[in-house]
């Protein structure tokens, strides 16, 4: 898989998220996929999605940076967005926050394989 394939790949995942085509995440997921070491499959993914977007209704994935180097994808998502209660242990309680997601995923047979991510709570922390 080329590294422009990646890419197209990629962009295309974010914006079915975005649109919330949960139908489509099979298109770029895998059905054995991981998350942070924890084998979670394509349905574990789905709901976990499902699940941030019912606690963040206004949940919008933006590519603050990306990095292609088949089979790996790295990016820095950047979201503008007002969780409804707690999120990540802290009470937003529907204030705007602003914080970035550093993501790392392995693609196999052009779908997402692993992912490994860390959410910027200090930056939330910081707002609260």
């Known amino acids: 898989m080329s590294e422009l394939d990646l890419h197209t790949i990629y962009r295309d995942y974010i914006d079915c998220l975005n649109r919330r085509d949960w139908a489509s995440l099979g298109q770029f997921v895998g059905d054995d996929v991981s998350h ?5 499959g394509l349905s574990g993914y789905r709901e976990m999605l499902e699940k941030d977007v019912r606690d963040i209704p206004d949940l919008r994935f933006q590519i603050d940076l990306l990095v292609v180097e088949p089979p790996f994808v790295a990016s820095r998502l950047r979201f503008d ?3 409804r209660s707690t999120f990540l242990g802290l009470d937003v309680g529907g204030r705007r926050v602003v914080f970035a997601e550093n993501v790392f995923y392995t693609f196999r047979g052009g779908k997402i394989a692993n992912v490994w991510s860390v959410i910027d709570k200090g930056a939330i922390e910081a707002q609260l």
């Open 36 to 40: 942070n070491g924890r084998p979670i």
């Open 81 to 83: 967005c007002s969780p």
